[in-house]
């Protein structure tokens, strides 16, 4: 079975540009997390969405960041404009339920560089 | 806020030697998680830890679960260099309004050496 999809794995792009990172589940997982990580911050939550509803988006950064879940299946984080302090490894993770013992998937991560 | 504390943030041992790892709140939680994480990788779940005093081994792992479930560890005994990678624990909401958050510690950076 296919885990959790994201794309790209790698981004370089100049200050001010739009960037979308996308993710796609794992099939039949109704939580979806987005998480930041650097060396400085470590593991940072910055949204996640219960059946494609955002639950708490207060790790979101500032209104420059922006994510949506269309659908079950699909889900992109986006931020317009990139800034330099912005670079970071963004992970979408998915998991079924809330049980204290559900396993939470997490994809390979798409790594950011803003130059 | 950091809910999630772990000590020490780097180790770096030699192969066989044995280790531990902690994880401490301020808060009682009603259970924690422990993910290990690969350069180039996203987290993966170890273990999920859930009634004071539990105990769980996991071959050379063994996890632990505070009696007033407020804190956690983990101790790998003889070491290798497989091992090395980052350690987080991990507290999931269990009610509330953020109910089913997960929220990490900062992590520690284990470097076994051959």
């Known amino acids: 079975d296919a885990g959790v999809i994201q794309s790209p794995r790698h981004e370089v792009t100049e200050m001010g540009q739009e960037v979308t990172l996308r993710c796609k589940p794992i099939s039949g997982h109704d939580y979806l997390f987005w998480y930041r990580q650097t060396m400085m911050r470590g593991l940072e939550l910055l949204i996640y969405f219960n059946n494609n509803v955002p639950i708490d988006d207060s790790g979101m950064p500032e209104d420059r960041f922006s994510a949506k879940m269309p659908n079950a299946s699909f889900s992109t984080l986006k931020i317009q404009p990139s800034e330099p302090r912005d670079s970071a490894v963004y992970f979408c993770a998915s998991s079924i339920g809330t049980g204290g013992g559900n396993t939470i998937y997490f994809g390979e991560g798409s790594w950011l560089t803003v130059v | 806020t950091q809910l999630l504390e772990q000590s020490p943030q780097f180790l770096s041992i030699q192969e066989g030697e044995n280790l531990t790892v902690y994880c401490n709140s301020s808060?009682?939680?009603?259970?924690l998680q422990w993910y290990r994480q690969e350069p180039g990788e996203g987290p993966v779940l170890l273990v999920t830890?859930?009634?004071?005093?539990e105990v769980k081994k996991l071959k050379r792992l063994t996890f632990q679960f505070g009696d007033a479930r407020k804190d956690s560890s983990l101790h790998i005994t003889a070491a290798q260099p497989g091992d090395t990678g980052l350690y987080l624990c991990a507290l999931r909401n269990a009610g509330g309004t953020s109910y089913g958050k997960l929220t990490f510690g900062q992590g520690t950076i284990l470097t076994v050496h051959p």
């Open positions: 808060s009682v939680f009603s259970s």
């Open positions: 830890v859930v009634t004071g005093g």
